[in-house]
């Protein structure tokens, strides 16, 4: 009997040792690097929402960030060397028809973020009153060149018509100076800049005269053909974010806050109404999904203004098959 109970216990203590080890594995954490092709923001709200959530970590995600400029990480992504970027649409289209093999993922920017604001003792309130007068913009390449040549497009307007003036990232000053009577903006920026500081300004949005595919996910065909479960991980995560952000967004201020350790709390409010403003344009009642009519449009305006010289197959450009499976 003695024997017998030795036995027993050594069985018990096997057992104790081994039910432990008996528990479902945690899913090993793919560390996955996200272009942003900008500095830390405010407008990246939704991803850092998506990190302190865990929405990432949900997914198997360890996302790390990774910025720079955007015309670069499209190169990046299209090589291989980076899987995944926030770009925009019109830079996909450049990037496809130059044979680079990018996709787009999933749609965040339901609206094309770029305007012309003036203030509102410029008099103008139109494209058409932009005629016979001068337009400052930042640079002549990326979103703000091509919204600025999709307006004119979309109201009929001869560029020839308008005198257009390089100068920098200093659209408020330089309005401010009187040096141009209007300027190419991002409409939760400078424009809010503007009206937080008292100023009464007139904006006319793009995305009011034609729609253009904005910013979203992008990746390459090759992580979609080989690992889909990544892209669906990332695309989920994302949009988890992003319906967050929309539904709670003081909550999403505030986490975005923690991932900016540049921002000054004199800074705040201003950033709070960056955030409230970005929030509008995302907002959608088809979340992440893409419109084959706003990709036909875009490819259609790059190719009459000869932004672009082959046109890329439509079908090339993006899928929706990650969108679609996100709340499953």
Same mark, same amino acid.
């Given at each position: @009997?003695?024997?017998? &109970?030795?036995?027993?216990?050594?069985?018990?203590?096997?057992?104790?040792?081994?039910?432990?080890?008996?528990?479902?594995?945690?899913?090993?954490?793919?560390?996955?690097?996200?272009?942003?092709?900008?500095?830390?923001?405010?407008?990246?709200?939704?991803?850092?929402?998506?990190?302190?959530?865990?929405?990432?970590?949900?997914?198997?995600?360890?996302?790390?960030?990774?910025? =720079?400029?955007?015309?670069?990480?499209?190169?990046?992504?299209?090589? #291989?060397?980076?899987?995944?970027?926030?770009?925009? =649409?019109?830079?996909?289209?450049?990037? &496809?028809?130059? =044979?680079? /093999?990018?996709?787009? +993922?999933?749609?965040?920017?339901?609206?094309?973020?770029?305007?012309?604001?003036?203030?509102?003792?410029?008099?103008?309130?139109?494209?058409?009153?932009?005629?016979?007068?001068?337009?400052?913009?930042?640079?002549?390449? #990326?979103?703000?060149?091509? =919204?600025? &040549?999709?307006?004119?497009?979309?109201?009929?307007?001869?560029?020839?018509?308008?005198?257009?003036?390089?100068?920098?990232?200093?659209?408020?000053?330089?309005?401010?100076? %009187?040096?141009?009577?209007?300027?190419?903006?991002?409409?939760?920026?400078? /424009?809010?800049?503007?009206?937080?500081?008292?100023?009464?300004?007139?904006?006319?949005?793009?995305?009011?005269?034609?729609?253009?595919?904005?910013?979203?996910?992008?990746?390459?065909?090759?992580?979609?053909?080989?690992?889909?479960?990544?892209?669906?991980? @990332?695309?989920?995560?994302?949009?988890?974010?992003?319906?967050?952000?929309?539904?709670?967004?003081?909550?999403?201020?505030?986490?975005?806050?923690?991932?900016? /350790?540049? @921002?000054?709390?004199?800074?705040?409010?201003?950033? %709070?109404?960056?955030?409230?403003?970005?929030?509008? +344009?995302? &907002?959608?009642?088809?979340? #992440?999904?893409?419109?084959?009519?706003?990709?036909?449009?875009?490819?259609?305006?790059?190719?009459?203004?000869?932004?672009?010289?082959?046109? /890329?197959?439509?079908?090339?450009?993006?899928?929706?098959?990650?969108?679609?499976?996100?709340?499953?």
């Amino acid at each position: @009997m003695k024997s017998l &109970r030795i036995a027993l216990v050594l069985v018990l203590i096997v057992l104790a040792i081994a039910v432990p080890g008996c528990k479902k594995a945690e899913p090993s954490s793919q560390e996955v690097t996200l272009a942003m092709g900008y500095i830390p923001n405010v407008q990246f709200a939704p991803i850092y929402v998506a990190v302190k959530k865990g929405y990432f970590a949900e997914q198997g995600i360890q996302v790390k960030f990774d910025y =720079g400029y955007e015309t670069d990480l499209l190169k990046l992504v299209g090589t #291989g060397e980076l899987k995944f970027a926030v770009a925009s =649409g019109d830079q996909v289209i450049l990037a &496809r028809s130059q =044979g680079l /093999p990018v996709v787009y +993922v999933m749609n965040w920017y339901r609206r094309y973020p770029v305007s012309v604001t003036a203030l509102a003792d410029q008099g103008i309130h139109s494209p058409q009153d932009l005629v016979g007068k001068t337009v400052g913009i930042p640079v002549t390449y #990326g979103a703000s060149y091509v =919204g600025w &040549r999709a307006l004119l497009y979309a109201a009929g307007i001869d560029p020839a018509s308008v005198t257009l003036k390089t100068i920098g990232y200093a659209q408020v000053p330089v309005m401010l100076g %009187k040096q141009v009577n209007a300027a190419v903006c991002y409409i939760m920026n400078e /424009p809010v800049q503007l009206s937080t500081a008292g100023y009464e300004v007139v904006d006319i949005p793009v995305s009011d005269y034609i729609d253009l595919v904005s910013n979203g996910f992008i990746t390459n065909d090759q992580t979609v053909k080989q690992e889909p479960k990544l892209v669906q991980g @990332m695309v989920t995560a994302a949009l988890k974010g992003l319906q967050y952000t929309l539904d709670h967004p003081d909550e999403a201020f505030d986490i975005a806050v923690e991932f900016i /350790p540049e @921002m000054k709390s004199t800074d705040q409010p201003l950033q %709070k109404a960056v955030l409230l403003k970005s929030v509008e +344009v995302w &907002r959608s009642d088809r979340l #992440g999904e893409n419109s084959a009519e706003a990709w036909q449009t875009s490819v259609d305006f790059m190719k009459s203004v000869g932004l672009i010289q082959e046109t /890329p197959k439509i079908s090339d450009l993006y899928t929706n098959r990650f969108v679609e499976n996100w709340k499953k």
